[in-house]
Nanobody, 121 residues
Framework: QVQLVESGGGLVQAGGSLRLSCAAS????????MGWYRQAPGKQRELVTK???????NYADSVKGRFTISRDNAKNTVWLQMNSLKPEDTAVYYC???????????????WGQGTQVTVSS
């Protein structure tokens, strides 16, 4: 089994910072992309940012210049540094990994349990 365990969410005032982390563990052969999605109440889950094993990353327009994703391939861990937070960043943030569990398995997506980020105005 594969597990993605997130940490680092919480309550912060507008303009503040938070750092999320996500560690993948279990039966893992290789990880392609890792990333973060978020879902606000009443809204669909949306991509925030993702990073490939080679280090290429992309960001949603709404977070460009404020959020930074980083990754340690050896530790199967990804971080999301969130600066200049805004109330509209309030959401449950989900870690995502596109990986192969074994040499013989297809690549599929795995999700973390989600961590709440609340930004007060």
């Amino acid at each position: 089994q594969v597990q993605l365990v997130e940490s680092g969410g919480g309550l912060v005032q507008a303009g503040g910072s938070l750092r999320l982390s996500c560690a993948a563990s279990g039966s893992i052969f290789s990880i392609n992309a890792m990333g973060w999605y978020r879902q606000a109440p009443g809204k669909q889950r949306e991509l925030v940012t993702k990073i490939t094993s080679g280090g290429s990353s992309n960001y949603a327009d709404s977070v460009k210049g404020r959020f930074t994703i980083s990754r340690d391939n050896a530790k199967n861990t990804v971080w999301l540094q969130m600066n200049s937070l805004k109330p509209e960043d309030t959401a449950v943030y989900y870690c995502n990994a596109e990986l192969q569990a074994s040499r013989w398995s297809y690549e599929r997506r795995y999700w973390g349990q989600g961590t709440q980020v609340t930004v007060s105005s």
